[in-house]
């Protein structure tokens, strides 16, 4: 009788082990995902007036997830950016110049992130991505997607925020991450 027992026992915890393993292993296959970077990048960055305020210098990350792969979120971090003279990053913001500007030669710190939702194309999880063909947003797509591949960067949501030492802080948002807020002006 004990024997019996015995052989339940371990029926029993093999079993659980065994449904456990098969849980275990759907929550990993729901949840996994795909990452590419750090890719070091540079790019000129366009404020609210349309003019190019600053040029930034950054690693690009991206993250696809495996059970929707045909959307991508973009990271950038370890942002650094320096001005270029004009209008500022919220000079017009309200829809008109505030007349708010910067001067060449400011320096801050950056950090952001977008999604991106691709649409034809044929998603490739083996694309090699290098410096030169993953640099930009475009040159990702056209790698793992492919060349017929079409995007739409911020399609859900986007957020940056730029700080400096004394020359303000500056969030560039979608509304439903808070909006724009603040500015960057001045001299260095």
């Not at 190019?52 to 950038?76: C, G, K, Q, Y």
């Not at 001067?103 to 991106?116: L, P």
């Not at 790698?143 to 017929?148: P, Q």
């Not at 995007?151 to 859900?156: C, E, I, K």
């Amino acid at each position: 009788m004990k024997k019996a027992s015995f052989v339940l026992v371990v029926l029993v915890t093999i079993s659980g082990l065994i449904s456990f393993v098969l849980v275990h292993h759907a929550a990993l296959a729901t949840s996994a995902t795909l990452h590419f970077g750090p890719i070091a990048s540079t790019s000129s960055d366009s404020g609210t007036c349309g003019n190019n305020w600053a040029i930034d210098t950054f690693d690009r990350f991206f993250t696809i997830n495996l059970t929707e792969p045909n959307t991508v979120i973009e990271d950038f971090k370890d942002g650094t950016f320096v001005t270029v003279a004009g209008s500022s990053p919220g000079a017009c913001e309200t829809g008109t110049n505030n007349g708010n500007m910067v001067s060449a030669g400011v320096t801050g710190k950056f950090q952001g992130s977008f999604d991106i939702v691709v649409t034809g194309g044929i998603f490739n999880p083996n694309a090699q991505c290098t410096p030169t063909t993953c640099n930009t947003t475009a040159g990702f797509i056209q790698t793992v997607y492919g060349t017929s591949a079409t995007y739409v960067t911020g399609a859900t949501y986007f957020v940056f925020h730029y700080s400096t030492g004394h020359n303000g802080e500056w969030k560039n948002a979608s509304a439903n991450r808070g909006g724009n807020l603040g500015d960057i002006t001045g001299t260095p």
